[in-house]
């Protein structure tokens, strides 16, 4: 008998202030170790916390971008655990009082998947596991972070994974993060329970901190199937969390001790709580720019493009950005589209990235792309150039010019060429005659191999056919 | 001896007119200091930077720079509130080598205002206490009577001479208690007026930093000194700047007192009717309730704000196994007292899911209310006075009690300002204090009022 498979996600989200949430340290990735560090941020003792107000403005954005409500008193409690990472031996965090209640996300399926809230908080410190033992890395100590919790409204992988991928399409577009999952800056716990339909929801079990698209869709199915099984042989067990390792491809249970805590959160008297006047979120939601699903609407409007297409180029910010940008030097929206949706995209495939960075810059891609469209170059010319290019931003003119790349369309050249092909091949020459379209291949195929490929099939046929019908 | 006696007002007055140096000063409470180092006042006493800073400040003054209110002039503060470089100890084994990197904000000002820092004073550990027993180094004696404990090594100290004055904390009454015991004024500002940075926390809603002093008149010349908004807390009030000292007049005329008997409240209060002051008695039956609720509330804030005392980062650790929790135990059972321990296991309790509602949020709710009394009372009244502590100075060893400081919490849950002033003597000749509490923000009229009855007092004497 099948199962449902029900699924809630908690999204961590760094916001890229330029300080730390609650003291003046700079928050930036990839520093030495423990050189954005304070007293504060140390957890020294006698400092106090003095909230960043833009970290406040960011959850608040974030909020509006995905329709959440803003709370009028918002306030900060502290959450408490012992870890080396966590210099307070607390997080300051949101639990009764969050910024932003409620709001959504609509799924392509036409699906809406609910948000419970969206709240700021602390990130803890990293550990550094090497040859001389473990050490404390505090630079993250600190930074702030919005939570973003959903409901359980999510029934499968791909529907959570496509879920986290609008959302995180979303976040990038407000400008609040720069979402980088390798950096950990976007990361995903996620709660799976399995239950037969009509029946109750399941025991939940939760994963934390997964990493990449992927080790989300595997960790939540195979949990689930690992649930279904479980159930199947007629065992129960009970709410845990459970790590994911995304080596192996399981989860394995943890200890109680690092299940079973009593976070003993309460109020922090240290912040004192925020009243959040309409009129400043009003000013916030006024520099909200376009949200990829009305950009998507607007391209089809405005562009023609189907709504596969549409939707298929706002899916992530870099796409959109790159499209967006390239229109504005080479206006050919279905051209430049195919192009992007078919080499770049192809490209970017085989690199195999949850963080889409593309480092060709969209003049350079507009230059490239009007070379081919203006049929300078060949098809497989371009796609050479956009391999050479695409992280040198070398001008595709230039290189053009300088290696006489350009295609070959001038008929004299490729008369000769052609002449001593139908001479050596009389064969192949008969059965053009006779009209076996198949040969004409044969023929553009050998006229490419002596142009290293520059030559213009149009051209090549119009040619071999005057030869042939003489 | 007799120059480390003057008033801290006297002291400045002295120095302005050259009549001293502040090496002298600085030597006179040392020296203090030194002779009666067994009331064990202090923790760390800063001889050499003291006298430097000293000399330089009466080069300074030779040399007719302009000079800010307390140039020259010695003063202590307790330690758990940080100076650059020096320990800051707490007085718990915890953070027994302990060196603060940075400044609160409180010491700054003394420093910035030419005050010659002179030590750091002995004190409760972490703050949990009332009687200064419970310190890592000993506990410091009340002066008045060795065999009696104070509230703290500052009230020791200024008791003592071995300051002229000094900035102490009053979470629930430290302050005001130790000036009860010891003989001194002792004054705990509106929740805010003070900035807290840099001061180790007990319990950040209600801990204070106020000042301890001889008279009225230095306590005023602190304040003045300490009070003002600081961004680095969020907490701290941003009130227009106050002249305490320019304007402090020993006057009660026109203003409505109301009495919280007990002790000899209500005999001393009467003193203010000749200054043109009414005074009614009040029904405030809300003691109990208040200091159930302070320990409640301050057990969980210093459970909390204790956690960061880890073994980690700094401060005592003791490796164990050297397994992650073994760090965590090991270091935190030798470094922290009895007390402190007590207080983290109440804390925990409080918070705990199953007493969350019922203890913590509960005692929220009786400070909501409190808070709530005392707006309908300052309607009715400019002052409430109450006894400071309804006992004199315990004697040492003697299990302590928590009704003690129940006079004092209801200021601190209220965040309201709260004056202790010498009042009578006790039956057994010891000092006793009287409190004397405010609207908040209403600095002025309570060390008015705490002058008129310093004055009052002098006449009787």
Redesign the interface.
């Known amino acids: 008998m099948s199962y449902e498979i029900v699924i809630g996600l908690e999204i961590h989200c760094e916001l890229k202030t330029k300080t730390k949430a609650f003291c003046s340290c700079r928050n930036e990735f990839g520093a030495e170790p423990n050189v954005n560090v304070c007293p504060g941020c140390l957890g020294m003792p006698g400092t106090l916390p003095a909230l960043n107000k833009t970290a406040v403005e960011y959850c608040i954005r974030a909020g509006l971008a995905v329709g959440c409500k803003i709370s009028r008193y918002s306030a900060f409690e502290r959450k408490h655990y012992f870890y080396p990472d966590l210099p307070n031996a607390y997080q300051v965090s949101q639990l009764e009082y969050p910024l932003c209640i409620g709001g959504g996300l609509t799924l392509d399926s036409g699906k809406f998947v609910r948000l419970n809230r969206i709240h700021l908080e602390e990130d803890a410190g990293k550990l550094l596991h090497g040859p001389y033992g473990t050490r404390v890395d505090l630079n993250r100590a600190g930074v702030p972070l919005i939570e973003i919790v959903t409901e359980p409204d999510l029934r499968s992988a791909d529907e959570a994974v496509e879920f986290l991928a609008k959302l995180k399409s979303a976040l990038l577009t407000t400008g609040v993060s720069d979402c980088k999952m390798q950096e950990g800056r976007l990361r995903c716990d996620v709660n799976v329970s399995v239950n037969k339909p009509g029946d109750k929801w399941g025991t939940r079990i939760e994963m934390k901190n997964l990493a990449s698209f992927s080790a989300i869709k595997r960790a939540i199915t195979y949990e689930a199937k690992r649930q279904m099984d479980e159930l199947d042989k007629g065992n129960t067990f009970v709410q845990a969390t459970r790590r994911w390792d995304d080596k192996d491809g399981k989860s394995y249970p943890m200890r109680d001790k690092e299940t079973s805590n009593d976070y003993r959160y309460f109020p922090d008297a240290n912040i004192i709580p925020i009243n959040v006047e309409p009129s400043y979120v009003e000013s916030i939601r006024k520099t909200l720019p376009e949200m990829p699903w009305e950009l998507k609407e607007r391209l089809q409007k405005e562009l023609g493009l189907s709504e596969y297409d549409a939707r298929t180029i706002t899916s992530d910010k870099a796409y959109s950005d790159l499209y967006l940008n390239v229109l504005k030097t080479f206006n050919e929206p279905k051209f430049v589209l195919n192009f992007i949706m078919g080499e770049v995209f192809k490209k970017l495939n085989a690199l195999g990235q949850d963080d889409i960075e593309i480092p060709l810059k969209p003049e350079i891609l507009a230059k490239l792309l009007k070379l081919y469209h203006g049929k300078t170059i060949a098809q497989a010319t371009a796609r050479e150039l956009l391999d050479e290019i695409w992280e040198s931003n070398a001008d595709p003119e230039q290189i053009v010019k300088d290696r006489n790349l350009a295609q070959v369309s001038d008929s004299g050249a490729l008369e000769a060429i052609l002449q001593k092909l139908v001479a050596d091949n009389p064969k192949a020459a008969e059965q053009l005659k006779m009209g076996d379209p198949k040969v004409n291949q044969f023929f553009i195929g050998q006229t490419m191999k002596a142009t290293g490929g520059k030559a213009n099939p149009a051209v090549v046929l119009e040619v071999l056919n005057k030869i042939i019908n003489k | 001896m007799e120059l480390a006696k003057l008033s801290l007002e006297q002291a400045i007055d002295k120095l302005n007119r050259k009549e001293t140096t502040s090496v002298e000063l600085t030597k006179a409470v040392i020296a203090q200091a030194k002779a009666a180092a067994d009331l064990n006042a202090l923790i760390t006493v800063f001889e050499e930077s003291a006298l430097k800073a000293a000399v330089e400040s009466d080069k300074a003054r030779a040399a007719g720079k302009p000079l800010w209110s307390l140039a020259g002039v010695p003063v202590g503060v307790k330690d758990?509130?940080?100076i650059e470089g020096t320990k800051?100890t707490?007085a718990s084994k915890a953070?027994e080598n302990?060196i603060?990197?940075?400044t609160?904000t409180a010491a700054q000002k003394l420093i910035d205002a030419g005050a010659v820092i002179v030590a750091k004073a002995n004190m409760d550990e972490f703050g949990a206490g009332n009687r200064n027993e419970t310190s890592a180094f000993g506990r410091a004696k009340n002066p008045v009577d060795p065999t009696r404990v104070t509230s703290g090594g500052s009230a020791t100290a200024v008791a003592a001479f071995q300051c002229y004055g000094g900035a102490g904390t009053d979470s629930g009454g430290g302050i005001r208690m130790a000036a009860a015991y010891c003989g001194l004024v002792g004054l705990k500002p509106t929740y805010g007026l003070i900035s807290?940075?840099?001061?180790?926390?007990y319990?950040?809603?209600v801990d204070c930093v106020g000042p301890l002093t001889r008279t009225v008149a230095d306590n005023a010349i602190l304040l003045d000194v300490m009070a003002g908004h600081d961004?680095?807390?969020?907490?701290s009030a941003k009130q227009p700047k106050q002249e305490y000292y320019k304007n402090l007049k020993a006057d009660v005329k026109g203003l409505k007192v109301g009495v919280v008997n007990g002790g000899c409240a209500l005999a001393a209060a009467a003193g203010f009717k000749a200054g043109g002051a009414t005074v009614s008695e009040i029904k405030f039956p809300y003691l109990d309730a208040a200091l159930g609720a302070y320990v409640a509330i301050t057990s969980?804030?210093a459970m909390?704000n204790l956690?960061?005392?880890?073994g980690?980062?700094?401060g005592l650790r003791q490796n164990g196994s050297g397994e992650?929790e073994d760090v965590?135990f090991k270091s935190r059972t030798a470094g922290f007292g009895k007390a402190v321990k007590q207080t983290i296991m109440l804390g925990?309790y409080v918070?705990?899911?199953e007493n969350?509602d019922k203890c913590?949020f509960k005692a929220k709710k009786i400070q909501k209310f409190l808070q709530q009394e005392f707006d309908k009372l300052f309607k009715q009244f400019d002052l409430i006075v109450s006894p400071t502590v309804d006992i004199e100075a315990p004697v040492a060893g003697e299990a302590s009690n928590p009704t003690d400081a129940k006079y004092a919490v209801v200021a601190s849950l209220a965040g309201i300002p709260a004056i202790s002033v010498p009042c009578c003597n006790g039956p057994n000749g010891l000092p006793m204090g009287l409190q004397i509490m405010a609207n908040k923000f209403n600095e002025q009229t309570l060390l008015n009022a705490a002058l008129f009855f310093e004055r009052a007092k002098e006449g009787v004497k």
């Open positions: 758990c509130i940080c800051l707490c953070l302990y603060s990197p940075y609160a807290r940075h840099g001061v180790m926390a319990s950040g809603s961004p680095l807390d969020m907490t969980a804030e909390s956690n960061r005392i880890d980690i980062r700094y992650l965590y925990n918070l705990s899911k969350l913590f």
